[in-house]
């Protein structure tokens, strides 16, 4: 396996790992909503907007390595 066919597949991982974790954070924040822990939920929200906008970043490169 050449290093670019490794390449893909670690990105791929990273994405699928990541896409996992924001489900999760997804359900953290509603618990915290549900709690009345609202301000911690909007923090945990933005995260959420970060870290997605960080996966999107390993699609394009992912999409530019194919």
């Given at each position: ?19 996992h974790?924001?489900e ?34 390993l ?8």
């Open positions: 396996m050449d290093f670019l066919e490794k390449a893909k597949m670690r990105l791929e991982h990273w994405i699928t790992h990541s896409d974790h924001q999760e954070y997804s359900m953290f924040a509603e618990q915290l909503e549900e709690a009345g822990k609202l301000e911690s939920a909007k923090y945990i929200r933005e995260m959420i907007d970060l870290s997605s906008r960080s996966t999107d970043c699609r394009r490169a992912l999409k530019f390595l194919e």
